[in-house]
């Protein structure tokens, strides 16, 4: 019996669009093309996930200028302002509060780095009623990684058998399900909320 939800927060409560906010910047789309495979589709963006600095690690971005030194201004400006690039979805907090009304606590299990955390805490509305949560920074292990599923049920002291996770990318649901949780890939809102009902998770 399901008896806690657990949700992911870039593509589920927030959207992460980053092509979108290149081009909204008025960036030509071979350099779009350029920045997103330099930064948040390599490898090294989990270090920025991993990150508890109050700021883009100078030593972090250097790793990423290094992909591609002739984009480095733009790489640079990039990543130091990549906190706006996650925008609050205008159902986020009614979703929270619906599942919360129907009486499962709600916890936020995300990749994020301190610096851009602080950002989307500060102006995120659903962060007002969620009751707490696990963030990669804190941890040092990010999904899809063992580490921060441990850290989670660690804090909370719950059973994974009894926890509903939702996440947007297939590696971290799998992740999830493998490390004993109930384990939703988020697509769209009323697809979430049709498989939840269908594990018993009326909202």
Do not use: H
Request: aromatic content about 14%.
């Amino acid at each position: 019996m399901i008896n806690t939800v657990i949700l992911d927060i870039g593509n589920v409560l927030a959207g992460f669009d980053y092509i979108g906010y290149m081009k909204e910047k008025g960036y030509e789309n071979n350099l779009i093309k350029r920045l997103s495979r330099v930064t948040v589709e390599n490898i090294l963006w989990r270090e920025i996930d991993r990150s508890n600095s109050d700021t883009i690690d100078e030593a972090i971005i250097a790793k990423f200028v290094n992909e591609d030194p002739e984009i480095a201004d733009d790489i640079r400006k990039f990543l130091l302002n990549s906190y706006e690039i996650v925008r609050e979805y205008d159902y986020a907090s009614d979703f929270v509060c619906r599942i919360k009304r129907s009486g499962y606590p709600v916890y936020l299990l995300s990749n994020y780095g301190k610096a851009n955390f602080k950002y989307a805490k500060d102006n995120f509305e659903f962060f007002r009623y969620v009751d707490g949560g696990v963030i990669s920074y804190e941890t040092g292990y990010v999904k899809p990684e063992r580490g921060i599923f441990e850290a989670f049920v660690n804090k909370y002291r719950i059973k994974p058998c009894e926890a509903v996770f939702l996440d947007d990318m297939k590696e971290n649901v799998k992740a999830a399900s493998d490390f004993g949780f109930n384990a939703i890939r988020f697509k769209n809102i009323d697809q979430a909320i049709d498989e939840l009902n269908k594990l018993g998770v009326i909202i």
